[in-house]
């Protein structure tokens, strides 16, 4: 079992919709919660990142962990084409042996 | 530009042959990464470094080898390449690991397609 476990998708919505986008760790020690997204063919770029328990805005953007459950969440509001991407979570204890899930590839059609 | 570069973009090669993979990044960043990306197992951490001379071991090491002299470069070579390294392969840099830190976002380039035939 991977310490960090993320649903691949697809994931298909509508321009506008609510996106919601999960993982789950393993390792309760894990105090750095991290979401990348990540362009085709380019390297992936720091969405949002938090080191505690409860939610954490940046504009249409929210993390929310929740460590008794061990689950990582990205809701993104509004959403838009140009969100279309693959979106990574990564966890651990720092930034030296981050480990990351596989990625949820989101499209988000007009 | 300032940023992190990798190159080349594209690569191939024959199984068996030495493959230097090149990383440089212009932030004096202390610690630099190497990470290899494949389908259903996502970025793993191959190797990674805290500051020159200094180098450590990610999740998947065998079969690479990494060098650190200067901080600004952080090379990554394959001895011997096999097709099970046909990949694509992310350097990345942050200033710190420190939780809490202003500067430990992880700073990614733009990758190296490796194809090994």
């Known amino acids: 079992q991977k310490e960090v476990e993320q649903d691949p998708g697809p994931l298909s919505v509508p321009e506008g919709a609510i996106v919601s986008l999960n993982c789950t760790y393993s390792n309760s020690a894990f105090q750095y919660f991290m979401w990348y997204r990540q362009y085709s063919r380019k390297g992936p770029e720091l969405l949002m990142y938090t080191y505690s328990s409860g939610n954490k805005e940046d504009g249409r953007f929210t993390a929310q962990v929740d460590k008794s459950s061990k689950y990582i969440s990205l809701f993104i509001r509004d959403s838009q084409p140009s969100d279309s991407a693959t979106y990574l979570c990564?966890?651990?204890?720092?930034?030296?042996?981050?480990?990351f899930g596989t990625g949820t590839r989101l499209q988000v059609f007009p | 530009d300032a940023g992190i570069t990798q190159s080349p973009r594209y690569k191939i090669t024959e199984t068996g042959r030495q493959v230097t993979l090149m990383c440089h990044q212009t932030?004096?960043?202390?610690?630099m990464f190497w990470y290899r990306q494949d389908l259903g197992h996502g970025l793993r951490l191959i190797y990674y470094s805290a500051a020159a001379d200094i180098t450590d071991k990610g999740e998947v090491p065998d079969g690479y080898v990494v060098s650190r002299s200067k901080t600004e470069n952080f090379p990554l070579t394959l001895e011997s390449a096999t097709r099970s390294q046909t990949s694509v392969y992310f350097c990345a840099s942050s200033g710190s690991h420190s939780p809490g830190a202003t500067n430990e976002k992880l700073f990614f380039g733009s990758g190296t397609q490796l194809s090994v035939l």
């Open positions: 990564a966890s651990g204890l720092n930034t030296d042996k981050l480990i």
């Open positions: 932030w004096s960043h202390s610690y």
